[in-house]
């Protein structure tokens, strides 16, 4: 078999056979095929896609690619959650203290930027000292003693997508249906979960635009995870925006800690609440979405979730003083507003140019090899259905290199619409797929 040979079947709409897509995983794991072979390989499948037996074993083909997890010996129910991917999208650093404050073992393992939108290592690698490589065995031990940890994927667990990720992420090859479900459910399905929660992101800012394309993501991680005997339930939830103010890395961790104390926006605070109640009653630890709302509430109010964080912060080496003291995240040396060219009702704040906006800033990666830059970012100000006058900020953007903020505020600019009417309000949650 050679690589040339598969990428010209499905170059050509072709359908992979199972043994073709075990060997193509394997030997690029092995660095047998080529980043520029596979590459080709991901625009063949963008282009025709998979079909759902060569989907199945695809994924298969990926979770078994390196190592997988076993947690047996842990008694509390384990859920994680995990997002398609959105600008300002910072849920699960709020989320996982909150959910293993109520008694379910979240062990999560997240990624990096991907494209336009961010990552939760990126994220949290902005709090001083945090180490997000955990090995297997010390991911073992946190989630047994602190019922949470957060690290990235190790050299040996998954490294079919770890290479994969990378690699889309720098060839327009992210937004794929096969792909994205793939990555994600080979990842979730080798960390040994009971139950999974997806944040399916529908809007521009979002890889799915469309709710029906969104909808066949969703169901289609529901249908890999039912073959695998995981309970998945998805959420539907709105992209158009960014959510919350905070679009970075470091104002980004600020922001979760604010929502652990109860003081960030309504639309981040809500969709957090909203997964984490799917989370503890797919654990079992509550009876309905009611029941679990007011023990996630309890938790932000008693400070038990704040609690979780500062012991996984002191866990990976963080320094948990970043909690109370938000100047010792690091922080852009320079900061430009963005004004409003006229008065009126803000009828777009696009989620897609401000997440390539924060990106240019060097707060996300042009190149897969970059480094992001933790403490620049932007503070979203004004978002749809909000009255402006001219001149009021629709943003501040920190910066630290001119040359980058050129580009950014260019891009800004055509970020917002303001208009003469309100925009009609849209839903936060636009659906749910079990
Ligand atoms: N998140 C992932 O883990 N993988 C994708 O492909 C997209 C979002």
């Known amino acids: 078999m050679t690589a040339v040979e598969l990428i010209e079947k499905k170059r050509d709409g072709g359908t992979l056979?199972?043994?073709?897509?075990?060997?193509?995983?394997?030997?690029?794991?092995?660095?047998?095929?080529?980043?520029?072979?596979?590459?080709?390989?991901?625009?063949?499948?963008?282009?025709?896609?998979?079909?759902?037996?060569?989907?199945?074993?695809w994924a298969e083909a990926m979770l078994h690619s390196g190592d997988t997890l076993d947690f047996s010996d842990i008694t509390a129910p384990k859920v994680d959650k995990h997002s398609t991917g959105g600008v300002g999208d910072k849920v699960s650093i709020a989320l996982a203290p909150?959910?293993?404050?109520?008694?379910?073992?979240?062990?999560?393992?997240?990624?990096?930027?991907?494209?336009?939108?961010?990552?939760?290592?990126?994220?949290?690698?902005?709090?001083?000292?945090?180490?997000t490589q955990?090995?297997?065995?010390?991911?073992?031990?946190?989630?047994?003693?602190?019922?949470?940890?957060?690290g990235g994927q190790t050299e040996t667990l998954v490294p079919a997508d770890r290479r994969l990720y990378a690699l889309r992420d720098v060839t327009g090859t992210v937004p794929s249906i096969p792909l994205i479900s793939s990555s994600i459910m080979s990842k979730k399905l080798a960390e040994d979960?009971?139950?999974?929660?997806?944040?399916?992101?529908?809007?521009?800012?979002?890889?799915?635009?469309?709710?029906?394309?969104?909808?066949?993501?969703?169901?289609?991680?529901?249908?890999?995870?039912?073959?695998?005997?995981?309970?998945?339930?998805?959420?539907?939830?709105?992209?158009?925006?960014?959510?919350?103010?905070?679009?970075?890395?470091?104002?980004?961790?600020?922001?979760?800690?604010?929502?652990?104390?109860?003081?960030a926006p309504p639309d981040i605070t809500e969709i957090t609440f909203r997964l984490a109640e799917e989370m503890l009653v797919l654990g079992g630890v509550a009876d309905s979405l009611e029941d679990a709302r007011m023990q996630l509430e309890a938790t932000i109010t008693d400070g038990t979730a704040l609690e979780k964080l500062e012991q996984v912060i002191v866990a990976q080496d963080g320094d948990p003083a970043v909690l109370e003291d938000y100047s010792l995240l690091p922080q852009p040396p320079q900061f430009v507003e963005l004004e409003a060219p006229r008065e009126g009702w803000v009828t777009m704040c696009d989620a897609r140019r401000i997440g390539v906006a924060g990106v240019q800033l060097g707060g996300g990666r042009l190149r897969k090899e970059d480094e992001v830059d933790p403490a620049v970012g932007i503070w979203v100000f004004a978002k749809e259905g909000e009255q402006v006058e001219q001149g009021e900020p629709l943003a501040r953007v920190g910066w630290r290199h001119?040359?980058?903020?050129?580009?950014?505020?260019?891009?800004?600019?055509?970020?917002?619409?303001?208009?003469?009417?309100?925009?009609?309000?849209?839903?936060?949650?636009?659906?749910?797929?079990?």
Not at 30 to 39: F, I, K
Not at 100 to 111: D, K, L
Not at 136 to 145: A, I, Q, V
């Open 402 to 434: 001119g040359d980058r903020l050129g580009a950014a505020m260019e891009i800004l600019e055509d970020a917002w619409a303001i208009g003469d009417e309100a925009p009609e309000p849209k839903p936060l949650i636009m659906g749910k797929v079990r």
């Open 98 to 131: 909150m959910v293993a404050a109520c008694g379910v073992a979240v062990p999560m393992m997240s990624g990096r930027g991907l494209g336009h939108t961010g990552g939760t290592l990126d994220k949290l690698e902005a709090i001083p000292g945090f180490r």
């Open 134 to 150: 955990v090995d297997p065995s010390e991911f073992h031990h946190l989630l047994k003693t602190i019922g949470m940890v957060m």
């Open 193 to 263: 979960i009971d139950a999974l929660v997806l944040d399916v992101k529908v809007g521009r800012g979002a890889f799915m635009k469309q709710e029906d394309q969104a909808r066949i993501l969703a169901e289609t991680m529901v249908g890999i995870g039912s073959h695998h005997d995981t309970e998945v339930v998805a959420l539907l939830t709105a992209m158009d925006e960014p959510l919350g103010t905070a679009v970075g890395n470091a104002n980004e961790t600020a922001e979760c800690i604010e929502l652990l104390k109860g003081d």
């Open 17 to 57: 056979s199972d043994e073709e897509i075990r060997w193509l995983i394997r030997a690029y794991t092995a660095d047998e095929v080529a980043d520029y072979q596979m590459a080709a390989m991901l625009m063949a499948i963008f282009h025709h896609g998979l079909s759902v037996e060569e989907l199945a074993v």
